[in-house]
């Protein structure tokens, strides 16, 4: 199956005040990084401006100038082109890379695949579903994860 071409980079959550502004859940590192990128969702969205708040962010779009306007974006995703994403350095990943991947222990036994990345305070988790539908965390460290491309291979210690 090919991977979408898109990566999502927020979620409108709701309306914020009467003028057109949004509410939106990150995806992000922060702000700033959405801020990077101008339009959305193949244009049809132009960021004007965006703040952090409260744990998120406020985002004014220049389609939309009212509150019905911003109502009607509720749960609208941002999207961008992979390729409009910056290059990574080495080491680094994007979420949406990881999602997907056939999983593989490090003695070579077919774990599943990789069907989400969490990242809770502490550092980012890979979850892991296993052919049975049953499902087990990974944290995303050398340690646990020694390498990543085309497939994930896990450490044998860090299998259930």
Request: charged share 30%; with cysteine.
């Amino acid at each position: 199956m090919p991977k979408d071409n898109t990566v999502t980079l927020a979620a409108v959550s709701g309306a914020h005040g009467v003028t057109g502004e949004v509410r939106l859940k990150l995806f992000t590192d922060d702000v700033a990084s959405l801020k990077k990128h101008k339009t959305f969702n193949d244009g049809k969205l132009t960021l004007k401006n965006a703040r952090p708040h409260k744990g998120g962010a406020i985002a004014r779009f220049a389609e939309v100038t009212d509150r019905n306007g911003a109502e009607a974006l509720r749960s609208t995703v941002l999207t961008i082109t992979r390729e409009d994403l910056p290059p990574l350095e080495e080491g680094e990943y994007y979420f949406s890379d990881l999602a997907g991947l056939p999983c593989v222990s490090t003695d070579g036994e077919a774990l599943g695949e990789c069907v989400a990345v969490h990242n809770f305070g502490a550092g980012d988790i890979i979850e892991i579903e296993r052919p049975n539908k049953k499902r087990f965390m990974v944290p995303m460290n050398e340690d646990a994860v020694p390498e990543w491309g085309d497939l994930i291979c896990i450490s044998s210690d860090y299998c259930e």
